[in-house]
T-cell receptor, first 116, second 111 residues
C-alpha cells in the first residue's frame, strides 16, 4: 500500500492555459474524491467517483473543470482557460466501501497550482 | 454562517501540555466525524474518526463527539514539537460522500 499519489506536485501556468492533474488512489479503493484548498481554509469538495461513475459534483466545479476516472482506476482533473482564482492546492482522496465508505478518506500530497 | 466552525488559532503550548482542539457545527445530519493533521504544504493525514456521539482513544489522541451540543473535540496528551501542524475537523452525513471541513487550527508546540 503506497498511499494516494498525485502528479505533478507543483504546476505554474499562465492565465488562459489548460492544465491536467493526475491522481492514483490506493489500489483497493473504489471511491475517489477531488478537493480544493486555498491558503488558511479547509479543503472544499469538488467531485466524487465510485468506480468509474462520477456521482456528485460541487457547484464549485464550473464548466471549465472536468474530471474523469476511466476504468475506475486513476483519475484526471482538467482545468481549461485557467484564471488566477484557480490558484490553490488540489487534493485527491480515496476510500473503500469496506472501510465504511467516505468515513475513512485518505488524502494524497496534493498538486499546488499557481496561475500567473 | 459556515456549516463547520473552527478557531484558526494559532495555538501555542509548551511541550508536554494537553492540547484541546474544538469544532462546532450546525448541520444535525452529520454523523461521521474526523480529525486530520496537515503539515505545511502536505496533504491532510487522517488521525481519528468516530461515528455519532461518544469518545474514541488512540494513543495520545482522544476524540469526543457531543451531538446534542453539535460540538466535537480532539485532545492531545503529552504534546510534542512534532505535533506542530494544522488540525482540521471534518464531518459528513450518513448519506453524503463529501466531507465538510473546518478551516483548521494551527498548533505550535514549543520546547
Amino acid at each position: 500500500d503506497t498511499g494516494v499519489s498525485q502528479d505533478p506536485r507543483h504546476k505554474i501556468t499562465k492565465r488562459g492555459q489548460n492544465v491536467t492533474f493526475r491522481c492514483d488512489p490506493i489500489s483497493e479503493h473504489n471511491r475517489l474524491y477531488w478537493y480544493r484548498q486555498t491558503l488558511g481554509q479547509g479543503p472544499e469538495f469538488l467531485t466524487y467517483f465510485q468506480n468509474e461513475a462520477q456521482l456528485e459534483k460541487s457547484r464549485l466545479l464550473s464548466d471549465r473543470f472536468s474530471a474523469e476516472r476511466p476504468k475506475g482506476s486513476f483519475s484526471t482533473l482538467e482545468i481549461q482557460r485557467t484564471e488566477q482564482g484557480d490558484s490553490a492546492m488540489y487534493l485527491c482522496a480515496s476510500s473503500s466501501d469496506r472501510t465504511g465508505g467516505a468515513a475513512g478518506q485518505y488524502f494524497g500530497p496534493g498538486t499546488r497550482l499557481t496561475v500567473t | 454562517q459556515k456549516e463547520v466552525e473552527q478557531d484558526p488559532g494559532p495555538l501555542s503550548v509548551p511541550e508536554g501540555a494537553i492540547v484541546s482542539l474544538n469544532c462546532t457545527y450546525s448541520n444535525s445530519a452529520f454523523q461521521y466525524f474526523m480529525w486530520y493533521r496537515q503539515y505545511s504544504r502536505k496533504g491532510p493525514e487522517l488521525l481519528m474518526y468516530t461515528y455519532s456521539s461518544g469518545n474514541k482513544e488512540d494513543g495520545r489522541f482522544t476524540a469526543q463527539v457531543d451531538k446534542s451540543s453539535k460540538y466535537i473535540s480532539l485532545f492531545i496528551r503529552d504534546s510534542q514539537p512534532s505535533d506542530s501542524a494544522t488540525y482540521l475537523c471534518a464531518m459528513r452525513s450518513g448519506t453524503a460522500s463529501k466531507l465538510t471541513f473546518g478551516t483548521g487550527t494551527r498548533l505550535q508546540v514549543t520546547l
